[in-house]
């Protein structure tokens, strides 16, 4: 098997390194020319052909290109000059820290990574979206050439099939994403009367799933006003306070509470005054810690309760099945990284033989206008004729005998 010895990787991620530390190894500017500056300025450093810079909450990964014979950068003068002012104790801890990768280990790296094989979540399709604007990023600054794109081309081919043809990405493990699944396996109506008890960020991220399934009948009840309101403004109405709830009469069919309350928001007394003399069955769903729903609600029969116990117990057994379906995205993965390496070794043969033609040319023209010009001016026109001919014919055919030599010394 061909090894791509130029590319390696040098990352920091969640495996080997505090998340709260990774901020201390990505480029310590938001200004997009400094990036740019300090990358390329890495690459003349460093004798890089090509670099690919990617930052996410969870890692920071810089993907290069080198010449086969350059040693694979010095971590501490590289995390210099990303960082100027790290600490002499995170300087020594980069090594211990980061994770190197070379050849064959980097490309499998990097079709791990665009599948979601290696992300801190398995299956989550957001690093697929993160790498691929990365690369988009780096291309448009001029960062990185055609070693990366063909990389990437088949990186992003495989994530693609292993996400439509393994269910690696199925089953949700949020356990707002869980709730909601749970609420929609119900079939609400449209128009079902929602109650947001607690404004903080799990319910925002409830009312972003409730906007996707276009329900619009929510009310938000929340200690701050102006926190209910950043949520309520997205359903076209006002946030009320937590004390509103006891004047609230407007009845509902669906309660989402999550409040930082250590007593029970949701109790008998209450439950009956939102009711309002509604007598049909209600779904309540507890995403709060410690509970936000008192035992007696939890308990009756009219009532379908959900805690965030049942759903970190769904989440778990959803995280194995994924974990399960890893082997089945290897296999996959297998094939395309295969695919990838024939077609760069087509492409290194195709650049190798770039002069190829040029430099046949060249000789066949001299043969004729210097070498053997008095030979061939002394011929006449139909011997000469034939002889160009038999001339081209030979420079045809020492094209392509280098070509499918090298192409059978690689296969």
């Not at 010895?5 to 709260?20: P, V």
């Not at 160009?388 to 010394?409: D, F, G, Q, T």
Request: glycine share 4%; with cysteine.
């Amino acid at each position: 098997m061909y090894m791509n010895q130029e590319l390696k990787i040098l990352t920091f991620t969640h495996k080997h390194c505090n998340i709260r530390d990774i901020s201390k190894y990505v480029i310590q500017s938001d200004v997009e020319s400094a990036k740019v500056d300090i990358l390329n300025r890495l690459k003349a450093e460093f004798h890089i052909d090509e670099i690919m810079y990617l930052s996410t909450c969870n890692r920071v990964m810089y993907l290069i290109y080198q010449h086969k014979l350059s040693p694979t950068p010095d971590m501490r003068r590289w995390i210099h000059y990303i960082n100027p002012t790290i600490s002499e104790q995170d300087l020594n801890e980069a090594d211990i820290k980061s994770e190197v990768y070379t050849g064959q280990e980097a490309i499998e790296h990097v079709f791990e990574l665009s599948s979601s094989l290696d992300s801190l979540v398995v299956g989550e399709r957001e690093i697929f979206r993160q790498l691929r604007d990365a690369y988009d990023w780096s291309r448009e600054q001029q960062l990185c050439g055609d070693n990366t794109r063909l990389l990437m081309r088949f990186a992003i081919q495989a994530a693609k099939d292993v996400f439509t043809n393994t269910g690696i990405g199925e089953r949700a493990l949020s356990v707002v994403a869980l709730a909601i699944q749970k609420m929609m396996a119900l079939k609400p109506k449209k128009n079902a009367r929602i109650l947001l008890v607690g404004a903080g960020q799990t319910n925002h991220l409830v009312s972003k799933f409730l906007l996707k399934y276009q329900f619009d009948n929510v009310e938000v009840f929340n200690r701050s006003i102006e926190k209910a309101n950043a949520i309520a403004e997205k359903f076209g109405r006002k946030g009320q306070s937590l004390s509103d709830l006891l004047h609230f009469t407007g009845g509902f069919d669906i309660i989402f509470v999550c409040t930082a309350s250590h007593e029970h928001i949701i109790n008998e007394p209450l439950l009956k005054l939102l009711r309002n003399g509604d007598t049909s069955d209600k779904l309540v769903i507890d995403l709060a810690i410690p509970s936000n729903v008192a035992p007696e609600v939890k308990d009756r029969s009219d009532i379908t309760y959900i805690d965030i116990d049942q759903l970190r117990h769904l989440a778990s057994e959803n995280l194995e099945f994924r974990r399960a379906e890893v082997s089945k995205a290897r296999i996959l993965l297998a094939g395309h990284i295969d695919t990838y390496q024939s077609a760069l070794q087509q492409r290194k043969i195709e650049k190798a033989m770039q002069s190829v033609p040029q430099a046949i040319k060249s000789i066949r023209e001299k043969a004729i206008s210097e070498v053997f010009a008095k030979d061939l001016d002394n011929m006449d026109a139909a011997t000469r004729a034939k002889v160009e001919e038999m001339m081209a014919y030979m420079e045809k055919k020492c094209i392509s005998i280098p070509i499918k030599a090298a192409k059978a010394m690689v296969l």
